[in-house]
């Protein structure tokens, strides 16, 4: 095996991690792929014979190419002036299947993608590596071009605002499950009150439906409830899913997916639904596990 060969192999030991890591930052997984690709190139023109801990030179380098694309997207103003949903991962219910297995891993739920959409790219940086990843500051802060103190202020900041907009969600995969189905029954059949029993008083759905149906958030059990007994109105039918590795719902009608619901459940009651509607991304996601 030669030299390049080597280091290939060596490289593709740590392509899941590296792709977890820009996922987390970027929440696309196509751009994901991109950064992780870009890696590689990095790494083969850069002489890392001195490099001790060639997965944590990888993950900064990621991290750099990510926050780079971060910064292009502003600077071109790519992002809709809306919410932006991240890319979901979707499952079948009884699984998230190979991809998901490895993205998903240390578990991301898309309430925490979204919170994560809202940072900076220096701030989304610090947190993720830090926070997700375990990378000191003092190899982030180069990274970013500040001092490590400056980097954990940073993270500090992120954190705050990842508590305050992704609540904790319950532990128990059966109950979270169980919640979820609740909810498909009674938006099914028309159950006003009973939705409104499994929302939180204080819920929020947030909806992304691209450019030519731009979504928004509903706030308190009443106006999701109604939104979502107008949304069951337009689906043919809805069925179980895992969404980033927890219990969601995917509606279709003739054969095409409507939306991507992701829920976090906190004490027994739907806290937050986020919602992919954008019909160009839900045309891009595999969901063949779902019938697999």
Do not use: K
């Amino acid at each position: 095996m030669d030299g390049q060969e080597y280091l290939a192999e060596r490289f593709e030991s740590h392509r899941g991690q590296l792709r977890s890591v820009a996922y987390r930052m970027l929440g696309s997984l196509h751009e994901a792929d991109d950064a992780v690709q870009e890696a590689w190139l990095r790494l083969s023109r850069s002489d890392t014979q001195g490099v001790a801990n060639l997965g944590g030179w990888l993950t900064t380098v990621v991290g750099r190419v990510c926050l780079d694309m971060l910064r292009g997207r502003a600077s071109r103003r790519e992002e809709p002036l809306g919410l932006r949903m991240p890319d979901p991962i979707v499952g079948g219910a009884d699984g998230p299947g190979p991809e998901g297995d490895v993205l998903l891993a240390d578990s991301v739920g898309l309430a925490l993608l979204v919170v994560l959409e809202t940072l900076g790219p220096a701030e989304r940086l610090a947190f993720v590596l830090h926070d997700l990843f375990a990378v000191p500051f003092d190899e982030i802060a180069p990274v970013i071009g500040r001092t490590p103190a400056a980097a954990r202020q940073l993270a500090s900041r992120a954190r705050r605002r990842v508590q305050g907009g992704a609540p904790a969600s319950d532990t128990d995969l059966a109950g979270r499950r169980a919640v979820v189905e609740a909810f498909m029954a009674a938006a099914r059949d028309g159950d006003f009150e009973a939705l409104v029993a499994v929302l939180d008083p204080d819920v929020v759905a947030r909806s992304d439906g691209g450019e030519l149906r731009p979504g928004g958030i509903l706030r308190g059990a009443e106006a999701v409830a109604n939104g979502a007994l107008f949304g069951a109105r337009l689906a043919e039918f809805t069925v179980l899913a895992l969404v980033n590795g927890s219990p969601g719902l995917v509606s279709l009608t003739e054969g095409r997916p409507l939306s991507v619901m992701a829920f976090t459940i906190a004490e027994g009651r739907i806290a937050t639904i986020d919602i992919l509607a954008d019909p160009d991304r839900l045309s891009r996601i595999d969901l063949t596990v779902l019938t697999a």
